[in-house]
Nanobody
Framework: QVQLVESGGGLVQAGGSLKLSCAASGHTFNGYAMGWFRQAPGKEREFVAA???????YYTGSLKGRFTISRDIAKNTVYLQMNSLKPEDTANYYCAADPNPSGDSYYNAPSYDYWGQGTQVTVSS
């Protein structure tokens, strides 16, 4: 059974940094795309970043340059480095795995079959 466990969230002041981790287990993740999504109270879940098996990265436009996604294949772990955080980045951040990535599916939440429980990021002004 695939399990994704996020960690690294917390409270940080505006301008600060956090690094989220997502540890995957229960399957061989060859070929999977891994993504990060976030959801703020009262808002829809939105795409943040994704990384394909070959290392190609995708970002939602407004976050590119501040957020960086990476993965350690040997550790089955994906990371999200978040710099210059703003209060509007406050949300619950979710890790997700897509076993059959194709085309532009990386930004589409329903394309991901497996989800973590989320980790809360709160940015104070």
């Amino acid at each position: 059974q695939v399990q994704l466990v996020e960690s690294g969230g917390g409270l940080v002041q505006a301008g600060g940094s956090l690094k989220l981790s997502c540890a995957a287990s229960g399957h061989t993740f060859n070929g999977y795309a891994m993504g990060w999504f976030r959801q703020a109270p009262g808002k829809e879940r939105e795409f943040v970043a994704a990384i394909r098996w070959g290392g190609v990265q995708y970002y939602t436009g407004s976050l590119k340059g501040r957020f960086t996604i990476s993965r350690d294949i040997a550790k089955n772990t994906v990371y999200l480095q978040m710099n210059s955080l703003k209060p509007e980045d406050t949300a619950n951040y979710y890790c997700a795995a897509d076993p059959n990535p194709s085309g532009d599916s990386y930004y589409n939440a329903p394309s991901y079959d497996y989800w973590g429980q989320g980790t809360q990021v709160t940015v104070s002004s």
